[in-house]
Nanobody, 119 residues
Framework: QVQLVESGGGSVQPGGSLRLSCAAS????????MHWYRRAPGKGRELVAT????????NYADSVKGRFTISRDNYKNTVSLQMNSLQPDDTAVYYC????????????WGQGTQVTVSS
């Protein structure tokens, strides 16, 4: 079992920055690929960024490339999402997700943190 707790959401003006963090409870954190998803009002869930278990590979949605950076610290059991040049379309609830496949898919979600970009 992995418990994930996001923090760092809030309200910001267009062009501003926020840093989201996700703290994991399990010592097995380093075995999971980590993902940030978001769900905007009236829209489906969108995969924003992914980082592999050792941190060697990252991937981003086209909509956030060059603006968002995902990183992780396997000693502190945390994953972060640095969000720069925020735009109103980035307004959403952001969720972190831990996932790995060993025999079956193991998947855990945080409760989400609200990000609002508005002038």
């Amino acid at each position: 079992q992995v418990q994930l707790v996001e923090s760092g959401g809030g309200s910001v003006q267009p062009g501003g920055s926020l840093r989201l963090s996700c703290a994991a409870s399990a010592n097995s954190f380093s075995t999971y690929d980590m993902h940030w998803y978001r769900r905007a009002p009236g829209k489906g869930r969108e995969l924003v960024a992914t980082i592999t278990s050792a941190g060697g590979i990252t991937n981003y949605a086209d909509s956030v490339k060059g603006r968002f950076t995902i990183s992780r610290d396997n000693y502190k059991n945390t994953v972060s999402l640095q969000m720069n040049s925020l735009q109103p379309d980035d307004t959403a609830v952001y969720y972190c997700c831990a996932r790995k496949k060993i025999n079956r898919i193991w998947e855990y979600w945080g409760q989400g943190t609200q990000v609002t970009v508005s002038s």
